[in-house]
């Protein structure tokens, strides 16, 4: 059937969606969620029906499309396409066997993820696999399975080079940008520290967001290759290249209703660091009130999960527990925390010591796995390797790979419209919530405006004296500062005893 095309002028952000009037979908028997072909020239694409009732949005004979189908089409309006039917995919059988509950093979994932990236799954079928593996949890096998799917349908960063490092935190602190002074240290040593990043989700600033203050975090495999060719390291968003890919989408399904199934939550890191050709890997778990996993069993639980699946992946893995029951470093927003970061780099006298600490505990253990320094000896050559300078010429290095240009701390623009949040009593600070804190800097506008944010004056173990500033909220302008002072007044997130 030929239908006129009808530039709706919507952007979904992901699923590749067509509006047919109902007389037309009657006439050819399809129903909402059903999927069609659309062909336009030697172009074509499977897109999911949406069906309209009123004339006004799509008229008999024509076909309502969504920019993602018109940009893949490279279609506008008043052109013909061709329609056909198109059979639901093989993977929604594997989704409803999963449902109940029982076991997937490597074959059924791997259908169901190639699938997913194929959008050939609506937004509602991707839903049910994500619930059908929170409440069948995946094994140590399946989850393997899923993982090895995830990475085989998507593209891998290869190297000839051993080892190849990296490490991953499971989140949930505020602030906390260890992997900016991290990798600058480990590529430093001479180690191959290929880091792709996230953006944030539901943080104030993901490491991408934060690294973006500085230089570009957007390159395909082949620059990303160049970059660690020139400085044995990169610092980039992985949602710019096909890394396993479905995962992006996974999580976009899991966030509104806050599921993160166990199994998917595994796949979904360790997927990642196999498709950078990871050989030794370092998993920070922090622990404490606001943080992902909020106590130690859990943490020791998915510690041995780690262990388990990354021994069966090739994979050698050490997992740290670590404490993630305030805020790390000062700054908690893109702009704050680039400018901590340089600062730690700078060896400036202002920098966050716990973030400098916790920064040059990690990469000693990545010198450590990484055969450049004796068990028990990494901190003090990371530390070293900190104080020459050396780390910070290497992330000037990096920074200039990456299309920016020589930075200091000082130089980094932070919004200039700032209220400070005073103690309203004298005392012992102890405790900082994570979740408030950065709910306050989400608000003021981070991670879109990156000069916004939270600076930390005071930390947990802190004297303060009545009015003595705890942090400073700065935002880009007065209206997302008010935003940010009204989330204050219900939640400031500090306990003074």
């Not at 209703?257 to 050989?279: F, H, R």
Request: charge should be positive.
């Amino acid at each position: 059937m030929k239908l006129k095309v009808k530039d709706i002028d919507i952007a979904t952000g992901w699923p590749l969606v067509a509006v047919l009037n109902e007389f037309d979908a009657l006439k050819l028997d399809l129903h909402y969620e059903d999927r069609i072909k659309i062909k336009k020239g030697r172009k074509s694409v499977i897109a999911i029906i949406d069906i309209a009732d009123s004339k006004k949005i799509v008229s008999c004979g024509q076909i309502g499309l969504y920019e993602e189908v018109l940009t893949k089409l490279n279609a506008k309006s008043g052109n013909f396409v061709d329609i056909f039917l198109v059979e639901k995919p093989v993977s929604i059988q594997y989704i409803k066997k999963k449902l109940k509950g029982k076991k997937l093979s490597y074959k059924e994932f791997y259908q169901i993820i190639d699938d997913i990236i194929k959008n050939k799954l609506s937004e509602i079928e991707i839903t049910y696999f994500v619930s059908a593996c929170y409440m069948h949890e995946l094994d140590i096998e399946e989850t393997v399975s899923l993982t090895k799917a995830m990475i085989n349908t998507g593209e891998i960063l290869k190297f000839n080079k051993y080892p190849v490092i990296d490490k991953h935190c499971i989140g949930g602190v505020a602030g906390n940008r260890t992997t900016m002074v991290v990798v600058p240290i480990v590529a430093a040593a001479g180690l191959t520290i290929p880091k792709t990043s996230s953006r944030s989700i539901t943080s104030p600033s993901g490491t991408a967001d934060t690294m973006e203050v500085l230089c570009n975090v957007c390159f395909s495999i082949k620059e990303i290759k160049k970059i660690i060719k020139k400085t044995n390291a990169c610092l980039v968003w992985g949602g710019s290249v096909n890394l396993a890919p479905a995962d992006d989408k996974i999580i976009r399904i899991e966030h509104p209703v806050s599921l993160d199934p166990e199994g998917q939550l595994l796949a979904s890191i360790l997927a990642k660091k196999k498709s950078v050709s990871a050989t030794h890997l370092l998993v920070d778990i922090p622990i404490g009130i606001g943080a992902k996993i909020t106590n130690r069993k859990r943490a020791f639980h998915f510690k041995r999960l780690f262990e388990a699946i990354s021994k069966k992946l090739g994979i050698k893995i050490m997992v740290v527990i670590t404490d993630g029951s305030q805020p790390i470093g000062n700054g908690i927003g893109p702009a704050l925390e680039a400018r901590d970061v340089m600062w730690v780099l700078e060896n400036d006298l202002r920098q966050p010591f716990d973030l400098r600490e916790k920064s040059v505990k990690m990469a000693g253990l990545l010198l450590e796995i990484g055969g450049k320094a004796k068990k028990g000896t990494g901190a003090k050559k990371a530390l070293e390797i900190l104080e020459s300078g050396a780390a910070y010429k290497k992330m000037i290095e990096i920074i200039k790979a990456q299309g920016g240009k020589k930075v200091k701390a000082d130089n980094i623009k932070i919004g200039k419209f700032r209220y400070n949040f005073k103690a309203n009593k004298s005392g012992l600070i102890v405790h900082i919530d994570n979740e408030s804190i950065s709910k306050i800097a989400r608000f003021a506008g981070a991670p879109l405006d990156k000069s916004a944010g939270i600076y930390l004056h005071k930390h947990v173990k802190d004297s303060v004296k009545k009015g003595d500033k705890i942090f400073t909220i700065h935002a880009k302008n007065r209206q997302k500062l008010k935003y940010a002072v009204n989330v204050l007044k219900k939640t400031d997130g500090v306990v003074i005893k």
